[in-house]
């Protein structure tokens, strides 16, 4: 799927869908002070191969052949499979990003790679899953013409920004249902509990893989010198920059929390486990005299049924038998001290 959205220098903003205006377009946007944006985006369902196939061949050959972009960064944008970065071709840029949202369902953070193309007079994004800070981009430039009067780079700084503010609202979704685990831990701890502060801690670990390459790919587009950036526009960049590294310190506090929670619920497990050995243990030395005493007047000494006993004198059974009662604790006691068990 293909949407193109166009301002002239007279500050009159466009939309089409027809990729065959884009030539035309370029061709006007390199000799005016013009603007370009084009959006492209997969709309065949996964189980409709053919479809999606002829989508990526038109992406592909609009990336290629109309925009004369390098067949390895093509390849590398249809790929989505990389980390957020910023690659300089000369002419243009290209930066990969991923915009998240939190899954309360499943408690999970779901990012979408947003592949990006900036040149002097174009921005090209091209994303697989519908991304809503694009979405608000885009109509906030069709709601006001001043969103796009500054340039592509500009607009692409208001694109990281309306990412970058996806991320604090996934970051409150996922303290609030850390403070609803450590509610519960106090209360009812159960193996349900551990199994979402599990999927908590691993939502936590995903998205600092996403913010720290993310966090540099905007130090570089606010501190390297690209000529498709206006010096003047750098500082927005970095204001932007400012906001992921605010982001990475959270992120990291949310890290201790979680492990800290599935600390707190070890402890509280294995102090159960404690309470309910040593209730076990109490009811063990209760038991044991009585058990003593039930199996030693159990023993007959006196009036014995095998022929051992027939032979020995019951005076000297009954030392044997004591002696040995009181040989066994004493080995067993030497034995756990030698050992250190005791």
């Known amino acids: 799927m293909v949407r193109i959205l166009y301002r002239n220098d007279n500050g009159l903003v466009q939309t089409t869908d027809n990729a065959d205006e884009l030539p035309a377009l370029l061709a006007a946007c390199r000799t005016r002070n013009d603007l370009v944006w084009v959006d492209l985006f997969q709309q065949a369902d996964d189980d409709k ?53 939190w899954e309360p369902t499943f408690q999970q953070v779901e990012t979408r790679e947003v592949d990006i193309f900036l040149s002097r007079c174009s921005l090209v994004t091209y994303h697989f899953k519908p991304v809503p800070a694009i979405e608000r981009e885009w109509q906030n430039v069709l709601r006001d013409a001043r969103h796009s009067r500054r340039g592509p780079d500009f607009l692409l700084y208001e694109l990281c920004d309306a990412m970058a503010s996806d991320y ?43 913010l720290s390459p993310q966090r540099e790919a905007l130090n570089k587009l606010a501190r390297d010198d690209y000529p498709m950036i206006d010096l003047k526009d750098r500082v927005y960049f970095r204001d932007v920059y400012d906001h992921y590294v605010r982001m990475a310190d959270i992120n990291e506090s949310l890290r201790d929390l979680t492990s800290g929670s599935l600390e707190t619920y070890l402890s509280v497990t294995a102090n159960r486990t404690n309470e309910v050995m040593k209730a076990l243990t109490i009811v063990t030395t209760l038991f044991m005299p009585l058990s003593f005493i039930t199996g030693f007047f159990g023993m007959n000494f006196f009036g014995g049924a095998t022929e051992v006993v027939h032979q020995l004198d019951p005076l000297v059974l009954f030392g044997i038998t004591m002696a040995t009662m009181i040989c066994i604790p004493a080995f067993m006691i030497i034995f756990i001290r030698r050992r250190g068990w005791w």
């Open 49 to 101: 191969q053919p479809a999606r196939e002829s989508e990526n061949a038109q992406i592909a050959y609009i990336l290629r052949e109309v925009f004369g972009f390098h067949p390895l960064a093509v390849d590398d944008a249809l790929a989505e499979t990389h980390v957020p970065k910023v690659d300089d071709w000369g002419e243009y840029l290209y930066i990969v990003l991923h915009a998240v949202s």
């Open 168 to 210: 604090m609202p996934c970051m409150d979704a996922i303290e609030d249902a850390m403070d609803d685990v450590q509610d519960e831990l106090f209360e009812r701890p159960s193996s349900d509990m551990l199994n979402r502060a599990l999927r908590i801690k691993r939502a936590v670990s995903h998205l600092r893989r996403v």
